[in-house]
């Protein structure tokens, strides 16, 4: 692992920990209890983010950072061998009206408090993708990352 690979690798672990609401008090490692909360609480962005409407490039995988009123919640699509996800539809509170995009986030990460059709959500865009955090709180529900981030937290069995 290079040094960088490693730096993206503790931003990440530090960043999926304190995006989990309560850690287990347990003698857990950091390591696995970072992997368990980066499962629980993050996804790629090509899994995770779609359906932007004024994206003049066509990229459909950008949000810019600024509060979003939700418009709609929903059961998101079943994937073969994936968890059930909520399906977290979002529209612009200031600037683009028009911006409007989905987020699907792993029902595990909303367990101990759901979003609702018209709360605001706060979207902030950070060096590793996206965090969603409720508006009123400020607190970070997911982190939706960049593909190679993510597949960085992947774990990985190790031979020795």
Avoid: C, H
């Amino acid at each position: 692992m290079t040094y960088t690979n490693f730096t993206r690798a503790l931003a990440l672990a530090l960043a999926a920990a304190a995006a989990v609401v309560s850690v287990p008090a347990q003698a857990d490692s950091f390591a696995s209890s970072a992997s368990s909360a980066g499962s629980a609480s993050s996804g790629s962005i090509s899994d995770s983010i779609g359906g932007s409407s004024n994206s003049s490039s066509g990229d459909n995988k950008r949000a810019e950072t600024g509060p979003y009123r939700v418009i709609d919640v929903a059961v998101a699509p079943a994937k073969a061998g994936k968890e059930a996800k909520t399906r977290i539809t979002l529209r612009a509170v200031a600037g683009d009206a028009a911006t409007q995009f989905w987020v699907d986030v792993p029902d595990r990460a909303l367990a101990e408090r759901r979003v609702a059709k018209d709360e605001v959500v706060q979207v902030n865009e950070r060096v590793y993708g996206y965090e969603f955090a409720y508006g009123d709180t400020k607190q970070p529900f997911f982190l939706a990352l960049q593909d190679d981030w993510y597949r960085d937290l992947a774990s990985r069995k190790v031979t020795i």
